[in-house]
């Protein structure tokens, strides 16, 4: 791994560490994390291989992305705070984030030291054709957890928005105060 992978990789958790304390949901919220997975992608995703069985190799690991991605926006705590909107990632949506992102860290550290020759056994048994199909899943899956779970996110907290809104509705043979 380079020095850019570690950052990059490092950066991407440190996005949901800073959520664990509560603040205001904005705009950096969301274009944060974008702009590293975008990034990302750029620096790394040159070609998505379609031969073989990688699209396949893509397509899994992409929908792991995009259950993690779900899965860590649903699990993140949206609420009003008068105008504003306050989140905080909870530690199930931390413990998700870190497990994809740690995942990833993980297989390429290995990969770097010993795994390559497991790899390309593995690779060659299920008819995935160059270490770019490996590359492509990786970053899309990263790219998808990411907008996934800000896509989650934003469509939350524009139910909490629309709640808001919304006059709660007196309960069915409720007497109603009308001396007011």
């Given at each position: 791994?380079?020095?850019?992978?570690?950052?990059?990789?490092?950066?991407?958790?440190?996005?949901?560490?800073?959520?664990?304390?509560?603040?205001?949901?904005?705009?950096?919220?969301?274009?944060?994390?974008?702009?590293?997975?975008?990034?990302?992608?750029?620096?790394?995703?040159?070609?998505?291989?379609?031969?073989?069985?990688?699209?396949?190799?893509?397509?899994?690991?992409?929908?792991?992305?995009?259950?993690?991605?779900?899965?860590?926006?649903?699990?993140?705590?949206?609420?009003?705070?008068?105008?504003?909107?306050?989140?905080?990632?909870?530690?199930?949506?931390?413990?998700?984030?870190?497990?994809?992102?740690?995942?990833?860290?993980?297989?390429?550290?290995?990969?770097?030291?010993?795994?390559?020759?497991?790899?390309?056994?593995?690779?060659?048994?299920?008819?995935?054709?160059?270490?770019?199909?490996?590359?492509?899943?990786?970053v899309l899956m990263a790219l998808t957890e990411v907008v996934t779970r800000l896509a989650?996110?934003?469509?939350?907290?524009?139910?909490?928005?629309?709640?808001?809104?919304?006059?709660?509705?007196?309960?069915?043979?409720?007497?109603?105060?009308?001396?007011?």
């Open positions: 791994m380079t020095t850019t992978d570690w950052i990059t990789d490092i950066a991407l958790v440190l996005v949901v560490f800073r959520q664990l304390r509560e603040d205001r949901l904005s705009l950096t919220s969301y274009l944060i994390p974008l702009g590293i997975v975008a990034f990302v992608a750029s620096h790394y995703l040159h070609s998505v291989p379609t031969a073989g069985n990688d699209l396949v190799l893509i397509g899994t690991l992409v929908a792991a992305g995009a259950a993690l991605g779900i899965a860590g926006g649903i699990f993140t705590r949206i609420r009003a705070a008068g105008e504003h909107l306050l989140i905080k990632a909870g530690a199930a949506s931390a413990l998700l984030w870190v497990l994809g992102m740690g995942a990833r860290m993980v297989f390429q550290v290995w990969v770097d030291h010993g795994g390559a020759d497991d790899v390309a056994r593995f690779s060659v048994t299920h008819h995935i054709t160059t270490g770019d199909a490996w590359v492509a899943a990786f989650t996110i934003f469509i939350r907290s524009r139910m909490v928005v629309r709640e808001q809104r919304i006059p709660t509705a007196p309960r069915p043979g409720a007497v109603l105060d009308r001396t007011a």
